[in-house]
């Protein structure tokens, strides 16, 4: 289990290569599901150019911790891991990683997309647009999941 | 000690303000703790709370010493 | 769109990470999900030193090609990724990559699962194992997806 | 052209072989290739076939030249 807040980009494919090579055991997990969500250059129809991740230090981490902690009581998990970015961020970039790993592909799923959603309805972090036209906004509500 | 409040987001820049103190004298609730720091103002009716970085309702207690933040719906992910 | 039979070992997180910034373009897709399936060392409570994965040369990659272009069409896809193991694999091996990308996350949550149990029903593989003991076995049937 | 059967994975080696061809006459469907290549066995209540890789059958109509294939559930992913 492990939860990380990123002011800086990362690169989520090297994330779970070293994440996966480090704490997990080859031969170990059947499966690994994840989710990588990125910053696009739309939004509701306007051009966006950058975004500003705001959070709340301290219930961040601690509100993570415990989707975590939950997605691993209801599924049998070998290993999971979520990054989340904070602070500003450029079209394009990965904002939140998360990926589950398990011995058979259901409980990876389950979980990796459990983890996405209670992340998305949980976790203390609100989203600042600023538009091509130079315009900032709040982002009042989040894509439906399911 | 003090009660700490802390508004995050939209709500913040609404407020005008990031942090405040108060005496924790007769504020027994996170709703006390909200009309005291907005002078009487309702709170919107989407506002999310929580005490020492635990989602609250605004019933929840609250006593000396304790963090309480105020925010907007979440949007992270 | 793209499905790729690899008869030597592949690393997912570098193909994902290839595919990505050669296909996708960064800003319009908004979600990846994605799936790795990796052979374990043990199944049905038997070691498993090694696994024989045989398939059908020409059909495969038509179904496979089937099931992507239905991802294609029952969801707004960006992008689509399959790559499977043929031949001889070690323990710990990769044997499966799924990914789709979206805009936003429910496609993609939805797609990638559905390649993985479309794949697993439908496409020509077969696997042989052999176990720890020496002895080699069909594997009958697959764990449940759902 | 003959038609061109195919078996895969334990199919293949309860069978003893990879593949044969059989004349096209007589053979109507994949059910009667099936009998005819295995010296009329009944097929194994759960095994799969395919027409020119595609998915069949065993009602399925096979003409001069097509391949059949026969293979067990598949195990893959």
Same mark, same amino acid.
């Given at each position: 289990?492990?939860?990380?807040?990123?002011? *800086?980009?990362?690169?989520?494919?090297?994330?779970? !290569? @070293?994440h996966?090579?480090?704490?997990?055991? !080859?031969?170990?997990?059947g499966?690994?599901?994840?989710?990588?969500?990125?910053?696009?250059? *739309?939004? /509701?129809?306007?051009?966006?150019? *950058?975004?500003?991740?705001? &959070?709340?230090?301290?219930?961040?981490?601690?509100?993570?911790?415990?989707?975590?902690? /939950?997605?691993?009581?209801?599924w049998?998990?070998?290993?999971?891991?979520? @990054? &989340?970015?904070?602070?500003?961020?450029?079209?394009?970039?990965?904002?939140?990683?998360? !990926?589950?790993?398990?011995? &058979?592909?259901?409980?990876?799923? /389950?979980?990796?997309?459990?983890?996405?959603? !209670?992340?998305?309805s949980?976790?203390?972090?609100w989203?600042k647009?600023?538009?091509?036209?130079?315009?900032?906004?709040?982002?009042?509500?989040?894509?439906?999941?399911? | 000690?003090?009660?700490k409040?802390?508004?995050?987001?939209?709500l913040?820049?609404?407020?005008?303000?990031?942090?405040?103190?108060?005496?924790?004298?007769?504020?027994?609730?996170?709703?006390?703790?909200?009309?005291?720091?907005?002078?009487?103002?309702?709170?919107?009716?989407?506002v999310?709370?929580?005490?020492?970085?635990t989602?609250?309702?605004?019933?929840?207690?609250?006593?000396?010493?304790?963090?309480?933040?105020?925010?907007?719906p979440?949007?992270?992910?």
């Amino acid at each position: 289990m492990s939860v990380e807040l990123s002011a *800086s980009p990362f690169s989520p494919w090297q994330v779970l !290569a @070293v994440h996966e090579r480090r704490v997990l055991r !080859a031969g170990e997990y059947g499966a690994c599901a994840s989710f990588v969500g990125s910053m696009r250059d *739309s939004n /509701e129809g306007d051009g966006v150019v *950058s975004m500003e991740l705001e &959070h709340y230090p301290g219930m961040t981490e601690r509100e993570l911790d415990t989707i975590e902690r /939950e997605a691993g009581e209801r599924w049998p998990l070998l290993g999971s891991l979520i @990054v &989340h970015r904070v602070g500003e961020i450029a079209v394009g970039e990965p904002i939140v990683l998360c !990926a589950c790993w398990s011995a &058979h592909r259901k409980a990876s799923f /389950e979980a990796c997309r459990f983890l996405m959603e !209670a992340l998305k309805s949980r976790a203390p972090f609100w989203k600042k647009e600023t538009l091509a036209s130079g315009q900032t906004r709040w982002v009042e509500r989040n894509t439906p999941g399911y | 000690m003090p009660i700490k409040v802390r508004f995050f987001a939209s709500l913040r820049e609404q407020i005008g303000r990031a942090e405040l103190e108060m005496p924790a004298d007769g504020v027994a609730t996170v709703g006390d703790v909200w009309a005291n720091a907005s002078a009487g103002a309702a709170p919107p009716a989407d506002v999310l709370a929580a005490v020492n970085h635990t989602t609250a309702g605004l019933e929840h207690p609250v006593a000396d010493g304790d963090e309480v933040g105020f925010f907007p719906p979440v949007t992270g992910g």
